[in-house]
């Protein structure tokens, strides 16, 4: 117990810290693994359900206004990134850039990130009557962390993972990624487009 609680206050570590830093803004992340899980969502929810589709309602009101006050707290930059060289006529080496965007989420964006587990925990509680213990918790917190920082680990556990999941990750991500967006154009740019190399 005490080398599971020692690993799971690391991560937390790790992943709190990693927030502050910038790091590269890639489709992967902020484009495709949503619109994955939004797929899985779609797969999974029965709508023929009244009390899914009022939570999926409440889900979506939730996760447009979290993504949002992430994003509009979020900070983009654009720097210019060596990537080659080449020798121009009088025989010196000129290098070629390549624009690279950055993000950072922050304080904010971790705020965000625990209203939106908080919220899952809510829900598991008054929609499945799951019971919220220290231990059951420590490792759902465990499971999302290791799924934001390895993002691609979300496709791979699909049996695990509930509709509701699914829409809160799924819906809070793309809104984070459309305001953000609306916010930065270099962002917008790198998610729509393809790189741009200068020299």
């Known amino acids: 117990m005490v080398g599971q609680d020692i690993l799971i206050i690391g991560v937390i570590i790790y992943f709190i810290k990693e927030q502050y830093n910038f790091s590269d803004v890639r489709r992967l992340n902020f484009l ?21 589709v009022l939570w999926l309602g409440i889900i979506t009101v939730v996760s447009l206004a979290i993504g949002y006050y992430q994003a509009n707290h979020s900070k983009v930059i654009q720097e210019k990134r060596v990537v080659s060289y080449f020798t121009d006529q009088e025989g010196r080496e000129v290098p070629i850039y390549r624009k ?22 809510l829900m598991e509680s008054f929609l499945f009557h799951k019971a919220i213990t220290v231990s059951g918790s420590s490792k ?45 154009p270099e962002f917008k740019e790198k998610i729509v487009q393809k790189h741009v190399s200068v020299s």
Not at 32 to 52: E, R, T, V
């Open 32 to 52: 495709f693994i949503p619109l994955f899980s939004l797929f899985q969502f779609l797969k999974q929810m029965n709508f023929n359900q009244g009390i899914y």
């Open 140 to 184: 759902e917190i465990l499971d999302e962390i290791i799924k934001d920082i390895f993002s691609v680990y979300r496709v791979y556990d699909t049996e695990k993972t509930s509709w509701y999941v699914w829409a809160l990750y799924g819906i809070s991500s793309l809104s984070y990624t459309y305001f953000l967006g609306k916010k930065s």
């Open 100 to 121: 690279v965007v950055q993000s950072s989420g922050g304080t904010h964006y971790l705020f965000g990130w625990l209203l939106i587990f908080v919220f899952q925990l």
